[in-house]
Structure formats: C-alpha cells, structure tokens
C-alpha cells in the first residue's frame, strides 16, 4: 500500500509570539506536525536540536514510539522489544497468573525468546506510519441547513468511507479523528500487531511499589516498566499468535540513555495522551464539578466496597476482581484530585476567568460578535436539553455493561443487530473491521468474569434504579422485577436481588466456548437460547436504541457548533494551541523540575534508592523485594554501579518535570535533546489531575521513571542481564 | 532576702574543640551559664553578640524569661504582659468558658485591664533569679557503704534542707534539681507569682489551626500565641488573687521584632525544656522502645475512644474531657512519632552504636576500664529488678489516678497521713510548702470532673487489672471486687460494672465544696464520712506505699551508680555537653532552616498567609476566622503591611529552625542576635518526636510561629491595637 503523505499543520496555524516564562511550565499536548512552530520556545528550554525531525512520523525518534491502545510504549531494539510501563501490562501478568502462581505480585522474566509469554487476546501493538488532514472530505460541502440526526449521520458516514479505503491493504487500521471540536478531522494510520508477548515484569514490589498509597503522590519510588516484544509473521505482517511468528523489525528504536535526566534538562515526551476537556464550555466544567465527579467519587467508593466483599475469603474470585477494584481505586484518587483541585484549588474559578476573558475579547469587536457572539449559549442549551434524562440514562449503562456476563449479553445482541445490515451502515464500533478484537474481548472476559461479583453489581445498580423517579422510569425492568416510583426500599431490595439471582443462575454466559460459540448468531438465536442474561440484552436494547438516537441527535446539532467555539478559541489565542488530547500521537516538552506543591513544602526533582529503602516495609504495597533491598545494601557497601548519579550520591529512581501529559500517556518514552530514552512517563502529581480541564501552568508536574533505575533494577535486582546486551545502552 | 550569687558552670566542663559542621543542627538544651563556652560556635553560625550575656540571670534577655509550670514564656512589656502560646493558655480559656461561651473556640480579648480574667487555680508565673551549685552539700561526705533506702532518704532530706533555707522568704519557690544523672545538684529559686490573668487569644481558628491534623507536621500554619499578664500586690509581692492587685513590672522584657527570622539566620530559644533521656543506656530506650511506646499507643488510643464515646451527645461532659483528650492526643501523636522514628528511622540503631562507641572507648585504656568498666551492667541489672513488678504497678498508678474523683480521694488520704509528720519527714510533694497548690489542683480539678467518664476509665483500668497473671494481682482489689487470676473475661467484666457503679454513685467527690472541705482532715475522719471513694483510696494506700519504698530503695542503688555513668559520657565526649532537660531554665541556638524531610521532599524553612488561605476549610480544624480571611484579601488586593517580608511577598506564618527543644518549651521566646523576640517556639517536626532519645543532627527541627503573623493578626484581625501599643515593637 502507498501510505498517504504526512502533512503539517502549519498551514493552519498562524504563527505567535506568546509570553514566555522558563519559570513555568508550557502547555500542550502538540500535534507531531505541530512541533516545529515551537522551535523559539524550544530554544529558550536549550533544546539546540531540529524540532522538524519530531514531525516526520517514519523517521527518527518517532518511528520507534507505539501505542498499546490504552497505553504508550517505544521501540528499544532493533528485535521488536518494546518498553511500557509495569501498569500497562497488568492485563497480560493477570492473563498469565494462577492461584499458585502470581505474576502480578511476583513478576515475571523469560529466560529467553521462547520462554516469552503471549500476553493474552486483544493485545495490541499499533505503529502510527500516517497523519493526513482530512477536513474538507469530512466536513466540507454540506448543505447550511443540514443538523441534527441528518448531520451526524452524514460525518459518520464520510468518516466511515475514509477509513475503509484506508483499511483495504490487511493489516493497518485507520482512525478519522476530530480535532479543535470538529473544527479539524484527521485520518490516523497505524500497523497493528497482533501478536504481542510478555518479556519482562519486575515484582509488584518494584512495579508498583507505593500502590495506592503512593497512587497520584510524590516523593515516589516506582520501578513502573515492564518489556514485552511484537512478534509478525515470517513475511513480516501482522499476524495473529503463531509458534512460527518472528521478532518485528522497527524502522526505528530508542537507544536507553544511561545518565537517565538530569534538573533543569529539557526533556521529550511523545506517546498517546487519551482524552483532554481543555476546550469544554464553562457550563460544562462545572456539570464535571457539580455532578459527575461527586457521582463517580461515591459510585467508585460504593463498588470498591463491594467487590472487595465479594472477593473477601475466596482468592480465585479476589483474582478476577482485582484489576477492576485497581481501576476503580485509581480513578477514584484521581477523581477526588480533580475534584479538590478544581474547587479548593481554584481550578473552576480560573476556568471561569478565562471563559470570561474570551466573552471579552468577543464583545470587543463586532466582526468577532456576529460570528461567536452566541455560541456559549447555544451549546449551553444544547447540554441542558441532555441532562433531562442524564441519570436515567447513565444508569442504565452502568446496569447493563457494569457486569461482566450481561455487558457481554449486550454486546452479543448489538452484534448480531449490526450484522444483518450492510457493513457502511453499521454503527462504527459493530463494523466488521472490529469484530476479531470483539471476539477476543469476548474471550479476554474469562480472566474477569465472577458470577458473584455480577450479582453483586447488578444489585448494586438496580438499587439505584428502582429509586429513580416517577417519569423517569425504565419501564422494561420495572415490568420485569415488578418495581415501582415511590416502592419501599425494602420491598425494592427484596425484588431486585431474587430477580438477580435468577438472572445469572439462568445464563451460561460464564462459560467461555458457549459465550464465544455465540459470536455470529442471529438476535432470534440468542434469545432461543433461553439465557437469561441474553433474554434481558434483548429486551433492554430498545429503549438503549432510542437513548442513542436521541444522543446522534443532539451530537449532530452540537457539532455544528462546537467547532465554531474552537475557532474562536484559536483565534484568541493567536493560532498556536494545541488540541485536547484524542488518543492521538502527541509530543510533549518540558523540563526536569521540582515545585513548591505547597506553601512551604518543596517536591525536589529527584528520588533515590534512599527512600526506597525508607518506605520499604516487607510487606503490603511496600513490599520491596529482598533481593533489591540486598543490592542496595551491597550499594552503600561500597559496590560501584555506573546508573548511581555523583551529585545526589545515589541510583535516582524517579523525577519530577513540566511535561504535560495525562492518561494514555502512561508508557511514554521520555527523551532527553539527543532522542535517547531517560525514562517513562507514568503518573502526574496530585496537584496535576485537574489539568485535564484546565493546565495550571505553576503546579503540573508529570512523573518519569528515571531509566537509570530500570536499569540498575535489571542489572543488580532481577539479573536481566541478556535484555540491557539487547538494548543500546549510551552512556 | 539576699539572693545567692549566680555561679557558672565554667569550672565544671573542660573546655572542647568539637568538629564543627554549619550544615548540621547543633544539639544542646544548655544551661545558661555554659553559653559562653559556646562563643566559638556561636561565632562560626554568624552571632556577633556576647554569649556572657545569657549566663546573667537576672540581666537582659534572661530576666524576660519565665516559666509557666509546664510552658515557657517571656516579658514582653514593663507592665508585666507575658506573650506564650495558645496551646499554653487553654486551662484559662476551658476555665473560663461556658457552654454558652466557649473561649476555646472564639478566643478572647480584654478591651482594657479590667476586663482581663483570672486565669485560674493553680495558674503561676515562675522567674528564675538564682541558680547555685549544691553539689556538694547534697552528695558530699557520705559513707561508702550507704546505698538503697539509707541513700535515698538521706539524699531527699539534704535537698528539703535546702529548699527550706530557700524559700524562707515568702513568695520564693526552690528546687533542688539532679542534673547529669546525679552528677551535679543546682538549686533554682524562683519569683512564683499567683496573680495571673488572661489577656488575649485568638480564636481557635488561628491559635489552633489545623488541630490534631497538623500536630507535629509541616508545613505549618498555627498563629499559637497568646498573652497573659502578671499581678502581685500593691507593695510588689505576690499574692493570690484580689481585685486591689497590681501588675508586675518586670525589671527586664523583651522587645519583638516587625521583621520576624529570615532563613539562614542565627536565632535563640530561651525557656524550660521539660524531660529528655539522652544519658539513658542504649537498654532503658530499647525498653521504652519495645515496652513504654507500644503500651502508651495502645492506651491512648483506647482512652481517647472511650472518652469520645462518654462525651458524644452530651456538650457538658465534652467540654468536661476536651483537655483530657487533647492531651492524650498530643502524647498519642508524639509517641507513635518516636516509635516510628526509633525503629524504622533507624534512631535506636544510633542509640546502640553510639553506646558501643562509649563501650569500646571505656575498654581502651585501664584507668577508664577500672572506674566505668560495669557501670552500664550494673543499671541494667538494677533495672531488670524494676521490670518484675513493672505492669501490676503501672496498671494500679493508672487505676488510681486515672479518674479525677478517685485520683482526688488518694491526694486527699496521703496528705492527710503526711500531715501527721513532720514537715521534712514528708513526702516532698506532701509537704506544707505544697498544700496550697494542691488545695487548687482540688479546686481547678472541677472543671474537667465527671462522673460518666470517671466511671468509664475506672472499668477501663480494672478491666485490665482483672487480667493480671496469678502472682502478680492486686488482692486489695481481689477481694473487694470478687476478682481472680483466670476468671472468664465476661464475668470479670460484669463484677467490674457493678462494683465501680456503687463507687463513683457512692461518692461526693463531685461536689466542689465537699471536696475542698476535707482538706485538713485526718485519714480517720476522711474513711468516716463514709465516701466510697475515700474509703477505697485508704484501702489501696498500703500496697501503693510498698511500691513507693520498694522504688527508693531501688532509686538509692541506682542514685549510686548513674552519677558514674555520666561522668563517663561526660568524659568520652571532652567535657561540654549539656545536661538532660528537667524543667529547668535552658538557652539553645540554632538557624532557621528547611530540611529535606524524606527523600525527594523539602520543608521549606517559612510558610505564608497563602497557605493559610489554601488549607482554611471554614469548619472543624481548618476553621480560619471570616476576619481572617478577609484581611488576607485584603492584603492581596493591595493592602499595605509593614509584617510582609519582600523576599516571600507575603506575611510569614511558621518558620522551620534547627534549635534542640522538647516539651516544655512550648511558648519559649525566640529570640534573634540582637535578643529581640522573632517567634515563639510552639511544636517540632514529625522527625523530631525521638529526638528525646538521640538528638539527629540533619533532621531535627522545632516549629516557631514568626512574630510578624502575630503582629499582623493583632493589627488586622483581632483589633489589638492597645497591645500593640503597649508592647516595643521594633523594625
């Protein structure tokens, strides 16, 4: 396949001189074609490279930086090893784990290639090998008054045909993207390999070392990396898990600094940041504040408790509901961060002054009145008509996907839905592109699926539902359970959880071939089945049916004007900002910095294995092996290592910088000025999480894995000693 | 009466060359008269001034210094007005708060001297005028053979005769007090003033900000000041309390400084330190380690649920134990502190290696060996005797003088017995010089006194008592209750109840004037009132007074041996070293600076108004005035102050510095080089808490509030404008 030619957005930007202060961070997940606007900033940063070279996707360092689909990884050998973060291969240590035998608390190393362990269905490996702007054939030449359900159908639909005539050539996926709030569409297309495998995992009393006690915090003293490799077919394509697969040979790969970065070093980032609300309206910030983040907060709060009872005395279902009670945890700090930041903190006020400044610069010239003058209001209203049947809504899809058996009830029904129509017709998520990685969720499920944590979870959930009110009922299941508006809670509860139980006694969904046995049956198939589970996706997706209409509806008519907000947004600005976080490849840059997180405490830069050896506890999340407590003993001995840093006398283990990143970013490369690896990106201050909704230009501070610590955790902890001879170590 | 000439220490200590790091904390309560040894120190840290000055009692600044009996505090006007810290008034303010008026929390200030408020029973003013050596005529020409009881008796009445000879004239207080272990006896008179009222304390929003959450923590932002005032009769004696009196005119105060302490520079603490136990062997802190901390943890935090649990849903009670639980919040914070820091911070690993350094310099040479060769096995031996006994007279120490009425019965009982000798046979606490301090600890008593939390901690105790191993029981108690050694707990627990219920419904103790009226009676007349409380109080007086003449003469054996074992230290080290704290007047001196607290994160040496804004939550223990925050806006929108500090942009609020204190200093003047007050010591970092055991030289820190946030609280909030007034101020 001839690969379309890379464009830059330069064109689209004016250039701007903007107030700079090397005292302050610098916001902006950039755009790759982005970058070499920002040569001036760069420059005062002391960065004396090319930032043209961060432009060109296929060339040197980018061509080595991939996205796990969730997570960021780079490319460190010319033999397909690639390094993330410990945390995003969770899935994989989970997939590989017994009862006897837990990689998620033990780690794990292969010996050699063969020993290396698939990392379980759906993982994925995705190269970015082109970024087109593809505006005009999304957007363009659409009559004035089309809106509504008639306009979201129409950009679906071109959005549709972009990415199958990029998808033609087996073994690529193509994304079409909206940037600036539709105001820009992009066709991203990524390589997608499909076999992946766990190469190495140090302990969780390394990898996640500080758990979630530590979650979100600083000082930190995470060892968060972890390796696994791509593996293609011996013709060099993507393929699906084979004996037979080889090695994938990047383009391009990080040679692993190890003087690991330094303070004050202008420092790289370049990765997958998932999703940034930068540009949402003031109104909508403040539906974040004033309703979801308090709901999430007690929700997560609410299920955590749960699923922490459920799996209380039973350690094969303790196993399967620990990765979600984990996501769970790290959402809910995460959500109380933001959530403390944006009102104690001030964020919300400064979101509102900054909206306000906007209105300002509106007003003060006609030109700019009649063309944006009304357009806060209208998405204003466009967001009060959604929150009319906002819980309902939600509630319904945290029943119906919050269990694992039901959820995959729903998905099965939806698919065989979709199927009956002609592939440009389906809904993009049930087009037959996706139907393998369906399938392999599908499968993937087995490690997570626990008959007692849905039960659980879906009495949890019809609690709340039979406590909506009057007029907003889900009739369906009050016709089911035999619940009402106004019911006594007792009789509800009583109801609901005899219901339940013979829900998912009646469903064999927990077996895997039967689930998987389902996969191209018809809707009538399903429900002749007699599943319980299968029966009830049946009879909810009618009223889902009509929520997601209503939904394109209101999508459509919203889209006509966001994009003018963008612009107007832009425009302000003088052309130079980057767009919200899209899941998108993005580079970011910064400096390694410490900061006063408060008035009178000072987060310093670096840590060392001082404070490992500090916080070790033996046990717990602090459970440092003691094999890493004796290498750091053998260290104050007097044994020499070259990753000790001379002026902190000391390994550093993690630091602290500017660089603005957030979830998805997890897994980055960090690299210093020369392109080499200094470390990962894994986590942000507590004093950050807000900056999802609004950058704090004084207190964000990312966290790195410094990747001197990688390496001396290798060489003198987990004796990796054939993967650093893998690697091009520079000193 | 002629007061004793003030003789220096100078002859008792060699003069020493210690190695000398400024970057390092510097340990040291010191006497005053060793300060001028210290003039080479001194001078390397920046001190231009006369170290000479602060061996002269009676002259500027020690003659501002005073003792509140378990605080510190200084003259800061010739009108006798006192400046200490909040936490040291609360006495006065619970003393003088109603349900209806609670002091505690809103603070209160006098408008003029009428309005101010006596203080309280028992409330005292100390000023040391004479500090003599009575080495000598305390342990001089005794025979050889004389050791246990014979010792410790003869010990206690050489010091009675000096106090005696002391306080001939009225309105003086002597102590004769032990300072390196017995090596050396100093008697200490001083001015006891009994006339003290309340002045001014800002409301718990700043005098108490942050509570319990911020104890011992940085960064800080406690504005813990307050301000008493002295009065003495008209002819300048001091007397009890009377409207006629007048207030004292100190013949020295201290001016306070407008512009505060500045990072780095060299600073002073003035005050009483109460206890330390650097001279205790590396096995008395192992047992405080591993028996002491663990057991008071487990105590308090049991005590302080139980109190709660009594206090809920009744505010009398609660505003009755509020002090109480304060306290043993303060203890239980602390303690955890030393016992973390002891263990996981390494401080008894220090304390051990510093003892084997003593060991290994004893061995070196044969004379040392001969003189100090067993004097460490020799208290460890006497003290494994003290262990055997050690829980069963804790637990009856705790019994009886855990609940205010039973604790009131067994005062009332032995001073009625003491009585019944001779003045210089009694017990020293018993002695008529006593009797009218303890006649108000009977009356102050009241306002903590309640029968329901009485009853709570006596079940509390005899629960534990009822567990005692056979062997080590209490029979008194046995027999009174029903009680034996391996009775099933519920029983135990039942005879309890009922028992403490006819003891605490039986007695009249709660009854101010009762109380107070049995103060002269005999023991015979004290059981015939029949008072439950009083007959059980005469009940267990003969096992307390085996326990107490077993504790002699073991304390006459040890009074022996310890004195060596100082020598030794003292000798070892080259002769300067301070003594333990033991309430007595110290001077230490330091600079103000930051620390990197744990790997990766820095106290910054000063905290600011803004951080009082940030944490200010406008209830519980963040409950920052309205005024108060008001006036921080107002600041911020450009209002002048002459306390803000150019450099920080702000008013300095806490100040971090490396000063030796321990409690007792609490509300000890800070004084800068020019002897003018820049701050009140109020707390220590969480890093500190163990430095009772083993002073750290790089993390030690004590907590000051600057003078300027008092000054601009006074100004801008609280409307103190006549104090400031009467105070010298100097920029």
Tied chains: 1, 2.
Excluded at 385 to 395: A, G, K, Q, S, Y
Excluded at 430 to 454: F, G, V
Excluded at 474 to 490: H, K, N, P, T, W
Aim: proline share 5%.
């Amino acid at each position: 396949m001839k690969l379309p030619r890379l464009r830059t957005l330069a064109s689209l930007f004016a250039a701007a001189v903007l107030a700079w202060s090397p005292a302050h961070g610098d916001e902006g997940m950039w755009m790759p074609q982005q970058m070499p606007q920002l040569a001036g900033r760069l420059r005062a940063l002391g960065y004396e490279g090319d930032p043209k070279a961060f432009a060109d996707l296929t060339g040197f360092p980018m061509g080595a930086i991939v996205s796990l689909g969730g997570c960021s990884a780079s490319f460190v050998s010319p033999e397909g090893l690639i390094v993330t973060n410990h945390h995003c291969v969770q899935a994989a240590l989970q997939f590989n784990s017994r009862p006897d035998r837990n990689l998620m608390v033990d780690g794990f190393l292969a010996a050699g290639r063969a020993d290396e362990l698939p990392s379980g269905p759906g993982s994925r490996v995705f190269v970015t090998v082109a970024v087109e702007d593809v505006t005009a054939a999304v957007t363009g030449d659409i009559p004035a008054g089309t809106t509504g359900r008639a306009y979201y159908d129409l950009i679906e639909r071109r959005q549709k045909a972009l990415t199958a005539e990029r998808e033609k050539q087996e073994g690529y996926r193509c994304t079409v993207s909206s940037f600036f709030e539709g105001l820009r569409y992009f066709a991203i297309t990524q390589l997608e390999i499909r076999d992946v495998r766990l190469v190495y995992a140090p302990a969780a009393g390394i990898g996640n070392f500080g758990g979630e006690t530590d979650n979100w915090q600083w000082p930190r003293h995470t060892g968060d990396f972890s390796f696994l490799r791509a593996y293609v077919s011996k013709d060099g394509k993507p393929a699906a898990y084979s004996a037979d697969n080889v090695p994938y040979r990047p383009k391009h790969w990080l040679k692993v600094s190890g003087r690991g970065a330094s303070p004050d070093e202008v420092i790289f980032v370049a990765g997958y940041p998932g999703r940034t609300a930068r540009f949402n309206t003031f109104e909508s910030v403040r539906e974040t504040v004033e309703f979801s983040l308090p709901r999430t907060i007690r929700r997560n709060v609410e299920q955590i408790g749960i699923l922490e009872k459920v799996g209380s005395g039973d350690p094969e279902t303790a196993l399967r509901v620990s990765t979600r009670i984990r996501g769970l945890n790290n959402v809910l700090t995460k959500t109380r961060g933001v959530h403390e930041a944006m009102v104690r903190g001030g964020v919300l006020g400064q979101k509102e002054d900054s909206e306000k400044a906007l209105l300002a610069w509106i007003a003060a010239d006609p030109s700019r009145q009649s063309k944006f003058g009304r357009v806060i209001t209208e998405i204003g209203a466009l967001n009060a008509e959604r929150i009319r049947t906002r819980e309902r809504n939600l509630l319904l899809a945290e029943f119906a996907g919050g269990s694992g058996a039901l959820g995959a009830a729903e998905t099965l029904h939806r698919l065989a839905v979709e199927r009956a129509k002609p592939d440009a017709e389906r809904d993009p998520f049930y087009q037959q592109r996706n139907w393998a990685r369906t399938r392999e969720s599908l499968d993937r499920l087995q490690r997570s699926l626990d008959r007692k944590a849905d039960r659980a979870m879906m009495v949890y959930n019809l609690s709340a539902i039979a406590r909506l009110p009057a007029g907003a009922r889900i009739e369906v299941l009050d016709r089911m359970i035999g619940l009402s508006a106004g019911q006594s809670e007792s009789d509800a509860v009583a109801k609901v959880s005899a219901w339940v139980d013979r829900q998912v006694a009646g469903s064999k969904l927990y077996d895997r071939d039967f689930r998987l046995g389902l996969f191209e049956k018809t809707p009538a198939e399903l429900t002749g089945t007699g599943d319980t589970l299968l029966v009830l996706a049946a009879a909810l997706a009618p009223l889902q049916e009509e929520i997601r209409n209503a939904a394109k509806d209101l999508g459509g008519r919203l889209a006509r004007i966001t994009p003018v907000y963008a612009e107007a947004v832009l425009a302000q600005a003088g052309g130079l900002v980057s767009p919200d976080a899209n899941s998108t490849l993005r580079v970011t840059y910064g400096t390694v910095k410490g900061v006063e997180s408060r008035d009178g405490l000072m987060y310093l830069p670096q840590t060392t294995l001082r404070g490992v050896a500090a916080k070790a506890t033996g046990t717990g999340e602090f459970n440092a092996p003691a094999a890493q407590l004796a290498a750091i003993k053998a260290l104050r001995g007097g044994k020499a290592t070259p990753f000790a840093d001379a002026r902190l006398g000391d390994v550093p283990v993690n630091f602290l910088s500017t660089v603005d990143t957030t979830g998805g970013n997890s897994g980055s490369a960090t690299l210093n000025a020369r392109g080499e690896l200094v470390g990962l990106l894994f986590d942000g201050t507590y004093d950050t999480v807000a900056s999802d909704y609004f950058y704090d230009k004084v207190r964000t501070r990312s966290i790195h894995c410094d990747s001197r610590y990688m390496l001396w955790v290798m060489a003198e902890v987990d004796g990796a000693a054939h993967l650093l001879r893998e690697m091009t170590i520079v000193p």
